[in-house]
Structure formats: structure tokens, C-alpha cells
Nanobody
Framework: QVQLIESGGGLVQPGGSLRLSCAAS????????VGWFRRGPGKERQFVAA????????FYADSVKGRFAISRDNTKNMSYLQLNSLKPEDTAVYYC??????????????????????WGQGTQVTVST
């Protein structure tokens, strides 16, 4: 079992930054990759970023590459998503997820929501003037 709690969302102006956090408990944190997804208003859930178990490899959606940065601290059971140069289209609820059944961390696997078996409740990010 894994419990995930996101925080750090809020209202920010275009061009601004936010840092989202994901606190994990339960199963050993370094046992699984972590993914971040988002669901914008009226949109499907969308892959944002993922990081492998030891934090050595990162994967990003094209829409956020160069603006967002994923990281993790296995000593603190935390994952982070740094959001920079935010745009109105980044407005969404952001979720972190644990992929305890992902054995081969490819982009194809890590970007697929169905590969993740534990999800947080989400944190709202609103980008607006």
C-alpha cells in the first residue's frame, strides 16, 4: 500500500512558478517510479513527468519540457514538480502517482496512467491574471 498527498498548488500569474510536493508513505519509496499527471477543465488526464526509482532518469511531456522539472528525495519520501514559465493552459489539478508494478521504466510505460496503481488526491494549479 502507498499513500500519496500532494501540496503546493495555488493561483499564479502567467510566467510565474510553483513547486508541487508529493509526500509518500507506506511501501518503501525507492521501490517504485513516480509520475505526475494533470487534468485540466474539460480535458482528459494527461501525463506530465515521471522519475525512476533512484531518480537518475526523467521523462517529460513535450508540452512541459524545458519548463517543468521533476525530482525526488528518497531520504524524505518526497517527490517534487517545479513548474516554471507557467501558462494559462497549465491550469489543472495535478496528481502524483506511484507505479509499484512498473518493472521496465520506459517512456511508454511511465506516461500511461493505467500503469500506476496509487494516486494522490490532487492539488489545483490555476494560471491566470
Amino acid at each position: 500500500q502507498v499513500q500519496l498527498i500532494e501540496s503546493g498548488g495555488g493561483l499564479v500569474q502567467p510566467g510565474g512558478s510553483l513547486r508541487l510536493s508529493c509526500a509518500a508513505s507506506g511501501r518503501t519509496f525507492s521501490d517504485y517510479p513516480v509520475g505526475w499527471f494533470r487534468r485540466g477543465p474539460g480535458k482528459e488526464r494527461q501525463f506530465v513527468a515521471a522519475i525512476t526509482r533512484a531518480g537518475h532518469r526523467f521523462f517529460y511531456a513535450d508540452s512541459v519540457k524545458g519548463r517543468f522539472a521533476i525530482s525526488r528525495d528518497n531520504t524524505k519520501n518526497m517527490s517534487y514538480l517545479q513548474l516554471n514559465s507557467l501558462k494559462p493552459e497549465d491550469t489543472a489539478v495535478y496528481y502524483c502517482a506511484a507505479g509499484t508494478k512498473i518493472t521496465i521504466p520506459t517512456m511508454e510505460a511511465l506516461s500511461r496512467a493505467s500503469e500506476y496503481d496509487y494516486w494522490g488526491q490532487g492539488t489545483q494549479v490555476t494560471v491566470s491574471t
